[in-house]
Every structure is written in structure tokens, then in C-alpha cells.
């Protein structure tokens, strides 16, 4: 049952239902009056279907508008896609969601076909920390929506930080699991060898709650002295702002003498960036491709733009970039050797005012620390750590090795509770 639950005099599913109820129709009254002025509400749910009991039982969760929800189009940022017929069948992760009693209560708001960019017709999701910011993309809407305090979780996509990135602008908690831990079957794809289904969530015990209520793998306790790796060259790139350095800085000395921190070189990890584009582009072609050349105007032009380089991307380019990913990964996952986790920021800069697409320079390196972990498809999650004096949010990032996404959701609750304890 969810954590947040009142203790119940009898126990029974009719009571606890009752409440299931109650807390549904407070995230319908929040969605309303905290997330539309957000930009984050596509559709409301007033009425999800679900099981009687479950672990999240009374947890109303938001779907980004990608993935398929029965009776309802799926929108994927698009306004002919959002006048389009209704799915007819749930995703593999909604029906999961529904299975343990949680109330698929909202769609939210992405950016279009989650390809970097906001279709030119619809408004982008703000920021709950500062609303005259970006909330983040792909997954903006639903980080908006879980940092607003509408919902305590919802579902985003990741190809190359589309969870990780909004949950470190918007001051929330976005975990990437390792590739394949959620199915997709229903999903709108971008790039099928680095999409990742993943949880946006309040705090890192809500997203763990989740996790393993959809995976129903059991949790595991850290053991001993937490161990982590702190990214070094990542911390010395002139690409990454002063703020936002000093911030995540700052949490890892707070961390200091609680775990064991231990520097680690991650130019391995950064190397895999340089193929990520032409893989990225040539799946994204194969996805969208027969669209863009019968109606191009179907895109947004921002979105048009992205997919019409795509198509310059042969197949020779793509399975070289195959190969020299293959190559280059077990270097990669090599950095995390003799060490639980690996640390760095999550984003070179913090929200800017919108979501810079993927062929400006603001989006070229918008996910520089965020996107290899698509490449070796290890989990990685984004807890916040901070703030500007502006108020703006900053998160740092932690990884681990593939399969352990336990182990990496128990050493990020660690982290968490000291930086809390340390901070209060």
C-alpha cells in the first residue's frame, strides 16, 4: 500500500478504497488549479480503472502523452495526433501502474514526438520552481506536475536524459533504469536502441515504491560504507556553469566523511556521446521517415527540421556508430569499478526559458552528462541537491552498474537523507 496511507481500524479494501478516493480527487482538484497554469495537463483521467488492492494503492500517477492509456489518443505532442483516435489497448507499464492499484489519473504534456523540440501550436510545460522557465523536455509535463505537489510520481521516457533533465530543472527526483527494465510495447518510440521507460517522483522512497511495486523485484539494503566515484573531468568541463558546479560541489563535501568518496576519471563514459547523434537520427528516420516525405507539414517545424537531417544518416554511418558503441562500452562501464555508485551534475546549466532543440548549441550539450548512460544502458537517477539564488533547482546524477537497480536506489536514498540531515 502506499506509505502515505492512514493506519486503518479494520483493514478492509472498502475502506481503503475510500481513501484511494479521496486522494484521487485532491491530485483531479490539483491538476486543475496547479497544473493547467503550468502548461503540464493534457488530458484529466477523472475516473482510471484499477485493481481493488495493491502496493499503490491511493498513489494518483500522470502518464506522459506518449505512451498508451485506453480511450484516449495518444497525443505525443502533437495537435493532429491529439485529435486522433483512441488507443485501444493500455501500455505494458499502464496496465503494470493499474495491476497494483495505482490511479492512472492524468496524460502529460511533453515535447512533440519527444524528439528536443515544442510544437510551434501548443504551449511548453513550465517550471513549478519558476514558471517563466522551461519545465524540461521531453518529459516536462511530468516533472511539472510531480513538482508541483499535483502527484507524488509519473511515468516520462528517456533516449538522452528526457527524465533526467526536467527532474534537475524542476527540483525532483528522474530515474533512467537499466534499458529494457520497462517494457514499451505502447509507447511511441524515437530511437528504439536508447529509449528507456522511467519514474519522476517527489523523493527517491516514492520512486523506489514504484519501481518495485511495476518490476515486483524486492529492495535491497546498502551494505556497509557507501562507496562512490566522483566524476572529475565532468566537474572540470568549461561547459558546465559556475552555479550549478559550486552547487553539486557542494553536496558532494557534505557527503564527505558519511560515505567513501573516491575520484574516478569519466572521459570513457563522455567518448560514447561522439556516435550517439548518428543512432539516434537513423532510428529516429526509420520511425518517422515515411511520415516527413508523404506530409511534412504534419511536424512542427522545429521537430521537421530535426528529422529532415536525419535522413542524411546511412546505414553505413549507424552501424559504424553500432559497432564503435560496442567498443567503447566496456570502458565505459569500467569506471564504476570499485565503487557502488558514480556522481556528477545532471545538466550543464540550469532551466533555461525554453527547451533549446537538439541542433542549437544550447541543446548540443544539454545532455553531455545525461546521455551516456543511454549508450551503455545503465540506470541513473537525479536527485536534487541544491539551489540557486535565484531559486533555481540543481540536481546531481548517480549510476550504476546495469542490473543494479536496487542497489543504485538504495544508495540514492542514502545520499538524500544525508544531504537532508546535513542541510536542516
Known sequence: MNDESPRLSDGSVIERNEWAASQLQTAIEKLERLGRPLNAVVTPIPAPHRSADGPLLGMPVAVKDMIDVVGYPRGNGNPEDMAGPAAENDAAIVTALRDSAADVFALAALLEYAAGAQHPELPEARNPAAPHLTAGGSSGGSAALVGAGVCPAA?????????????????????????????????????????????????????????????????????????????TDQFADPRLEK?????????????RGRVVLEDRDGHALSRLNARM???????????????????????????????????????????????????????????????????????????PEVSPPGDTPEGAIEGIFTSPYNMTGQPAIVIPCGVTTEGLPVGLQLAAAPGADAALLAGAAVIERILAEVSS
Open 155 to 231: 511515468l516520462g521516457t528517456d533516449t538522452g536524459g528526457s527524465i533526467r533533465l526536467p527532474a534537475h530543472y524542476c527540483g525532483v527526483v528522474g530515474f533512467k533504469p537499466t534499458f529494457g527494465t520497462f517494457p514499451v510495447t505502447g509507447v511511441q518510440p524515437l530511437s528504439p536502441t536508447l529509449d528507456h521507460v522511467g519514474i519522476l517522483a517527489k523523493d527517491v522512497p516514492t520512486t523506489t515504491l514504484v519501481f518495485e511495486s511495476l518490476t515486483r523485484q524486492p529492495g535491497v539494503a546498502s551494505a556497509g560504507i557507501l562507496s562512490v566515484g566522483v566524476l
Open 243 to 255: 552555479d550549478v558546479r559550486e552547487i553539486v560541489l557542494a553536496a558532494v563535501e557534505k557527503l
Open 277 to 351: 547523434g548518428d543512432i539516434i537520427h537513423y532510428e529516429a528516420w526509420q520511425v518517422h521517415g515515411a511520415a516527413m516525405t508523404e506530409r511534412p507539414e504534419h511536424f512542427g517545424a522545429p521537430t521537421a527540421r530535426l528529422f529532415a537531417a536525419a535522413a542524411h544518416v546511412s546505414e553505413g554511418q549507424y552501424l559504424s556508430a553500432l559497432a564503435e558503441r560496442d567498443e567503447l562500452v566496456p570502458a565505459a562501464l569500467a569506471v564504476l569499478d570499485g565503487v557502488d555508485l558514480l556522481l556528477g551534475p545532471a545538466a550543464p546549466y540550469v532551466a
